[in-house]
């Protein structure tokens, strides 16, 4: 069934009503130190506010689902927690990080302003609930084997908490191994669940796997999906960057160079200037 998008305050903004800014949900794929953390949440949020969207930062304390058991992980919920608020206090900007138990939930409450629930967990109704527990905005990212319309039962379980602020994001859907595939389509379905939708451009060009032991990606492609993303009615945009993905310790093959933030920004904002402009959105 068809419902009204209800409007998400974030970041200063109400994401998902008509005229409102994109949200940008930019920062690398995990904390690799305090210094890069506060390095790209700075230019992040500079190139955010020249183009008009509202911005949060985005880091991981712990990638529990890397493919190999080497793969560097992260710092950990305490010394994670403690680096993003430094970029919250320093940067003065909201900060996101991903939860995968119910009892990191409530920890990471008392400093991100959003928790976000890992695709390969979408499903989890104790990690959905004690998240809307907290009463953050809770960002649902869509698992890769669930169809757009069944992710309407994981914001029916966050609501469930008498929290309604939740947003999905759509980041591809597996299309045989070893490759996700992009159905534009799932943009506007998701919206019918009644909820702000957000592209994520970076794991969307993700290669699963094709790096041996890690993932590799096609990241020439992130402009394009997000500009056809933003012109299919998304109201924000996550994207993994780094200042130089080369070296970066998780998803560098699929981030986007930190200097070519601040263009693909100032494209997405004319596409979505140019629907404002023709009506297109409501």
């Excluded at 506010?49 to 058991?69: E, H, I, L």
């Excluded at 319309?149 to 309604?164: H, P, Y």
């Excluded at 992009?182 to 060009?205: E, Y």
């Excluded at 693909?264 to 409501?282: C, K, T």
Aim: aromatic share 4%.
């Amino acid at each position: 069934m068809r419902r009204k998008v209800e409007p998400v305050e974030v970041a200063g903004a109400r994401i998902g009503e008509a005229g409102s800014p994109l949200l940008l949900i930019a920062g690398p794929c995990v904390i690799e130190s305090e210094d890069l953390c506060l390095e790209v949440a700075r230019a992040c949020a500079e190139a955010a506010a020249a183009c008009g969207f509202a911005y949060v930062f985005k880091a991981s304390f712990d990638k529990a689902n890397r493919q190999s058991v080497d793969s560097f992980r992260g710092p950990g919920l305490a010394e994670g927690l403690r680096v993003l608020r430094r970029v919250k206090s320093e940067v003065g900007c909201p900060v996101l990080t991903d939860v995968h138990e119910p009892a990191q939930a409530t920890a990471a409450a008392e400093v991100v302003d959003v928790l976000q629930i890992p695709a390969f967990l979408c499903r989890q109704t104790d990690l959905l609930v004690a998240a809307g527990d907290t009463g953050l905005t809770v960002n649902i990212k869509k698992g890769q084997f669930v169809a757009p319309w069944d992710m309407c039962s994981a914001v029916e379980k966050v609501r469930s908490t008498g929290n309604r602020s939740v947003l999905l994001t759509e980041r591809g859907s597996a299309f045989g191994y070893g490759r996700w595939v992009v159905d534009m389509r799932a943009l506007p379905q998701m919206r019918c669940c009644g909820v702000p939708v957000i592209f994520d451009a970076t794991h969307a060009v993700q290669l699963p796997g094709a790096g041996g032991g890690s993932s590799g990606g096609e990241p020439e492609y992130i402009p394009t999906l997000s500009r056809a993303a933003v012109a299919a009615g998304a109201d924000g945009v996550f994207i993994e960057t780094h200042p130089r993905p080369q070296d970066a310790k998780s998803d560098g093959a699929n981030m986007l160079p930190l200097a070519e933030l601040p263009g693909l920004l100032g494209e997405l904002s004319a596409v979505r200037a140019a629907l404002l402009d023709a009506g297109v959105l409501s």
